[in-house]
């Protein structure tokens, strides 16, 4: 293989030209997010559900080497369904399309990929951010850096619960990667409506959002990423009690199993699916669908803002 452009979905290809609203979807989530056979379930979800809200969804994945955006259903079928997917960070992007590798994109190289094919808007369940313990191992996701150099609207439930999610403001801060609370002044937390932590700004719409965003392509002074952290409502959060007793469980399989890097985030999430007996996933399932009809009603507010604005 010697042509490594990146590759178009006809659907997302044809909106993309035609200037319609567009969200960037993750491929982790299918092939190491969630247990078989769920993932392509749940991935279908997504994109439908980002369709009903008058968007077109764009899930970003290697296949064979080729790094594509916008899936097909039998591409997508392919990273849900075979072995051996790797797991893709921004620096591993041209590593695994020159191995002709099968790959399902991170937060960090699904946002720096969606934003170099000219799409403004992507939904996630939760970000990477910095580890527990990292004061000792160092170990932070590369979706921080990445986000500080990406201006790209994140959708989001915050940062995983199992992360050091203090210490992940922190890094965002110093960063400079913009944080806002949709309807809310607390950090979400994942799993959990609150995650423990105050903002500084709250936003009320998607149209607000799609404000932010043009003022901030207009500034052209800041670089990185927006963060829209979307709570889920209390009453369909995970279990608080239930939560706490799993995260200490599993903190305590991780150093007894000798887990560390990429692998912890999968692990653990695995840990809460068993030991909730499912709960967890339901939760999981019900924060991305979430998130991907928001970023979907901000790409369709962002779109008509360009469409109204005088040259």
Same mark, same amino acid.
């Not at 939760?126 to 150099?149: N, Y």
């Given at each position: 293989?010697?042509?490594?452009?990146?590759?178009?979905?006809?659907?997302?290809?044809?909106?993309?030209?035609?200037?319609?609203?567009?969200?960037? =979807?993750?491929?982790?989530?299918?092939?190491?997010?969630?247990?078989?056979?769920?993932? =392509?379930?749940?991935?279908?979800?997504?994109?439908?559900?980002?369709?009903?809200?008058?968007?077109?969804?764009?899930?970003?994945?290697?296949?064979?080497?080729?790094?594509?955006?916008?899936?097909?259903?039998?591409?997508?079928?392919?990273?849900?369904?075979?072995?051996?997917?790797?797991?893709?960070?921004?620096?591993?992007?041209?590593?695994?399309?020159?191995?002709?590798?099968?790959?399902?994109?991170?937060?960090?190289?699904?946002?720096?990929?969606?934003?170099?094919?000219?799409?403004?808007?992507?939904?996630?369940?939760?970000?990477?951010?910095?580890?527990?313990?990292?004061?000792?191992?160092?170990?932070?996701?590369?979706?921080?850096?990445?986000?500080?150099?990406?201006?790209?609207?994140?959708?989001?439930?915050?940062?995983?619960?199992?992360?050091?999610?203090?210490?992940?403001?922190?890094?965002?801060?110093?960063?400079?990667?913009?944080?806002?609370?949709?309807?809310?002044?607390?950090?979400?937390?994942?799993?959990?409506?609150?995650?423990?932590?105050?903002?500084?700004?709250?936003?009320?719409?998607?149209?607000?959002?799609?404000?932010?965003?043009?003022?901030?392509?207009?500034?052209?002074?800041?670089?990185?990423?927006?963060?829209?952290?979307?709570?889920?409502?209390?009453?369909?959060?995970?279990?608080?009690? =239930?939560?706490?007793?799993?995260?200490?469980?599993?903190?305590?399989?991780?150093?007894?199993?000798?887990?560390?890097?990429?692998?912890?985030?999968?692990?653990?999430?695995?840990?809460?699916?068993?030991?909730?007996?499912? #709960?967890?996933?339901?939760?999981?399932?019900?924060?991305?669908?979430?998130?991907?009809?928001?970023? #979907?009603?901000?790409?369709?507010?962002?779109?008509?803002?360009?469409?109204?604005?005088?040259?």
């Amino acid at each position: 293989m010697t042509n490594f452009h990146i590759r178009y979905g006809a659907e997302v290809a044809k909106a993309l030209r035609d200037a319609r609203p567009v969200v960037a =979807l993750e491929s982790t989530i299918v092939s190491h997010g969630l247990p078989r056979p769920e993932n =392509l379930r749940v991935a279908r979800q997504i994109e439908a559900t980002v369709r009903a809200a008058g968007a077109v969804p764009a899930t970003i994945g290697m296949v064979g080497g080729a790094l594509v955006v916008g899936l097909d259903d039998a591409q997508l079928t392919r990273l849900a369904t075979v072995d051996g997917v790797a797991k893709l960070s921004v620096r591993d992007l041209a590593v695994a399309a020159a191995a002709g590798a099968d790959g399902a994109t991170t937060v960090a190289a699904t946002s720096a990929v969606a934003e170099a094919a000219g799409i403004g808007v992507f939904a996630t369940g939760g970000l990477g951010g910095v580890h527990r313990e990292a004061s000792q191992t160092f170990d932070e996701s590369a979706d921080l850096i990445t986000l500080a150099r990406t201006p790209i609207a994140v959708v989001c439930a915050g940062v995983k619960s199992i992360l050091d999610v203090g210490a992940t403001l922190e890094r965002l801060e110093t960063l400079g990667v913009g944080v806002v609370g949709y309807r809310t002044r607390r950090f979400p937390g994942f799993y959990l409506t609150d995650g423990g932590f105050d903002l500084d700004w709250s936003i009320e719409s998607p149209e607000q959002v799609a404000d932010v965003l043009a003022a901030r392509a207009q500034h052209a002074v800041h670089a990185g990423a927006l963060i829209v952290a979307n709570p889920l409502p209390v009453d369909e959060q995970l279990d608080p009690a =239930l939560h706490d007793r799993t995260l200490a469980e599993g903190l305590a399989r991780l150093e007894r199993d000798g887990i560390t890097g990429k692998a912890v985030t999968p692990y653990l999430l695995a840990h809460f699916h068993s030991a909730t007996e499912g #709960a967890s996933l339901t939760v999981n399932v019900r924060i991305i669908l979430r998130n991907a009809d928001l970023a #979907a009603r901000i790409a369709v507010a962002a779109a008509a803002r360009r469409t109204d604005t005088p040259a």
